[in-house]
């Protein structure tokens, strides 16, 4: 079956140090959406990606999908406080079941 | 538009005792999912639903029933709750886009359940 894995699981940063997390599947995906969940909160969606190769950014976001379509990565330019959270990946191989990854828990120290 | 709400907020039981999650939805929308989610890990698919009258077992289905009798609603059963079922729960629901996947997933506020 598939496997997701997501590294790190945890990162500590300075505020305006960049951050990344990554996403890697044992199987090709459909697609990957990528969410965040504050402290105490519910995941919110933050961006889905279809497309091989494929790169958004949403301001200090940046999105890429693999050219394989087995990997992905969110990477945070200059990170602010605001950015605390955990970051989850959720692929997709094509069902209508979302498997969510462990998630990367981001700190950011002011 | 209220999203996705969850009830009840807060709850407690004893083993053994039953309870009913309820999620309602006013988005139209067709897909709707229950998740798990245990203290510093990721979120854990319980049972989802592609339509009313339709459910399907997620990744940890076992000790739960699912309903689906109305489009806006997707309830959640603990038959016979146990401490292992100690969790916050959430609630989504989703558009369908084409086949083979579906749109964002909007969640609910959680529901936290405390097993005694």
């Known amino acids: 079956g598939q496997q997701v894995m997501q590294i790190p699981q945890y990162q500590h940063v300075q505020e305006g140090e960049d951050f990344t997390t990554y996403c890697n599947s044992s199987?090709?995906?459909?697609?990957i959406q990528w969410y965040k969940q504050r402290p105490g909160g519910h995941p919110v969606f933050l961006i889905q990606?279809?497309?091989?190769?494929e790169v958004k950014k949403q301001k200090r976001l940046t999105f890429q999908f693999g050219e394989a379509k087995k990997n992905s990565s969110l990477h945070i330019t200059a990170t602010q406080t605001t950015d605390v959270g955990t970051y989850f990946c959720?692929?997709?191989?094509?069902?209508?079941?979302?498997?969510f990854g462990t998630g990367t828990r981001l700190k950011v120290l002011a | 538009n209220a999203g996705v709400t969850q009830t009840p907020k807060f709850r407690v039981l004893k083993t053994g005792q039953s309870m009913t999650l309820l999620c309602a939805q006013d988005?139209?929308?067709?897909?709707m999912y229950w998740y798990r989610q245990d203290p510093g890990m990721g979120l854990r698919l319980i049972h989802y639903?592609?339509?009313?009258?339709?459910?399907a077992k997620g990744e940890v289905p076992d000790g739960y029933n699912v309903s689906r009798l109305k489009k806006q609603n997707f309830l959640l059963g603990l038959e016979s709750a146990a401490p292992s079922q100690t969790s916050v729960y959430f609630c989504?629901?989703?558009?369908?886009?084409?086949?083979?996947?579906?749109?964002?997933?909007?969640f609910g506020p959680g529901t936290r359940l405390t097993v005694l």
């Open positions: 989504a629901s989703s558009r369908l886009v084409t086949t083979g996947w579906v749109d964002e997933q909007f």
């Open positions: 199987t090709t995906l459909s697609n």
């Open positions: 990606l279809v497309k091989s190769g």
């Open positions: 959720v692929p997709n191989s094509g069902t209508y079941k979302y498997i």
């Open positions: 988005m139209n929308h067709e897909y």
């Open positions: 639903s592609v339509g009313e009258g339709t459910t």
